[in-house]
Every structure is written in C-alpha cells, then in structure tokens.
C-alpha cells in the first residue's frame, strides 16, 4: 500500500489526465408544476420510483419499507401496494403520515391477501376511516395470517371498532 501523500498524488494525477470539461447547456425551463431535476421533490420521487421497482422486484435486500410522511401519490400508493402483493422479503411497511385513504386501504388489504412475509405495518396519522379500517381487519381475520401488528392511531376510525 502506499503512503498517503503518494496514493493523493496519483489520484491528481488521473483526474488531470482524464478530465473532460462539462459543455453546460441551456435548457428551456420546467413547465409550471413540473419538479426540475435540480429539486428535492424530483429527487425524493426517483428515489421512491427506485425503492418500488425495487420491491416489485422481490430484492432480497430490501425487508423494511419505511416511507413515512412522504406524500406518496395514489400512482404511488397503487404501484407500492402491487409491489408488495408479491413481494416475499418485505416484513415491514411503515406509510404514516401520506394520507391514505380508503381506497388505498382497500387496495392494500388486496395486496395482503397474496402477501406472506409481512409482519408490521403501519399507517397511523392517514386519512382512514372506520370502514377502510372494517376491510382491512377483515382481509387478516380471513385471508392473512402473516401479520402480527396493524397500527391505525389517528386515523378517523372510531373507538372501539
């Protein structure tokens, strides 16, 4: 191994030999509405298309799916929710805070009649109410016996349901 001032040198030196100035160009701006690539929103929205594509395709890595106040989509919530259907190394699905209503409880409660890995999944502080909470409670009562904890705080599910 070399030494540090050594192994900097050449590092310098491979950079100035192989470096190629950037030609900026000018392009015509976004559309109104349209996240630029420059943006955190644009980002934040590959990086979910990212993490969903990677789920759909069953990556091993990926057993905890944490997207927690993310203000998924509905685009997002359906393709995540289809994802996750066949997904077998998911054990936890954490959305809260991305105002899931009941139709993307439903669509979830679809997903985990096929799921057989999920473990946790939580969805406090969404837009659920009692009847999305009814579909879902009845998806594991008949059709899942994969998960153990369903968390629905703060939603607007009424009390003893």
């Known amino acids: 191994s070399l030494p540090w001032p050594e192994q ?5 030196e491979l950079l100035q030999k192989h470096y190629v100035p950037k030609i900026e160009e000018k392009e015509a ?20 298309q990212r993490l969903i594509d990677r789920v759909a395709n069953n990556d091993s890595s990926i057993t905890s799916v944490d997207l927690d106040g993310k203000e998924l989509t509905r685009e997002y919530e359906t393709a995540l929710f289809v994802a996750i259907a066949n997904n077998s190394h998911v054990v936890k699905l954490s959305l809260r805070k991305n105002k899931i209503g009941n139709e993307g409880a439903a669509e979830l409660g679809r997903a985990l009649v096929e799921n057989e890995s999920l473990t946790h999944v939580y969805l406090e502080e969404n837009l659920i109410t009692s009847n999305g909470a009814v579909e879902l409670i009845g998806v594991l009562k008949n059709a899942n016996d994969t998960v153990l904890c369903l968390d629905l705080a703060y939603n607007r599910v009424r009390s003893g349901l």
Request: glycine share 4%; hydrophobic share 25%.
């Open 29 to 48: 701006p976004a559309p109104e509405g349209t996240p630029d690539e420059d943006t955190p929103k644009f980002d934040a929205d590959r990086s979910i």
């Open 8 to 12: 900097n040198r050449q590092i310098v």
